[in-house]
């Protein structure tokens, strides 16, 4: 079954830090482009940031700009975003997916596949 798993999600107080991790299981994520999203209840799904198969083009979104970096280690067939400065707005279910058409925005969910389960973030003290 080709699927991502997302992990390092967790309760952080804000201005705490996290690192997920999205591994992939099935195929080797060396050849994909991989997006980061967030959904907070109530709301619909976001982008949060973006990495190009060969990591040369990255995007974040402006609500994480400067906070947060996006990696990938192929060897390892996975892909990370580490965000800093947590605030309370952030608290939201992350998820990772595979892009699989080309829009002309890198944050349309309609262009990306092999969606995982999520990982929880809530900040809060």
């Known amino acids: 079954q080709l699927q991502l798993v997302e992990s390092g999600g967790g309760l952080v107080q804000p201005g705490g830090s996290l690192r997920l991790s999205c591994a992939a299981s099935g195929f080797t994520l060396e050849y994909s482009a991989i997006g980061w999203f967030r959904q907070a209840p109530g709301k619909e799904r976001e982008g949060v940031s973006y990495?190009?198969?060969?990591?040369?083009?990255?995007k974040y979104a402006d609500s994480v700009k400067g906070r947060c970096t996006i990696s990938r280690d192929n060897a390892k067939n996975t892909v990370y975003l580490q965000i800093v400065s947590l605030k309370p707005e952030d608290t939201a279910v992350y998820y990772c997916?595979?892009?699989?058409?080309?829009?002309?925005?890198?944050?349309?969910?309609?262009?990306?596949?092999?969606w995982g389960q999520g990982t929880q973030v809530t900040v809060s003290s």
């Open positions: 990495i190009s198969s060969n990591g040369g083009f990255i």
């Open positions: 997916a595979a892009r699989k058409t080309y829009g002309s925005v890198w944050w349309n969910v309609d262009d990306f596949e092999y």
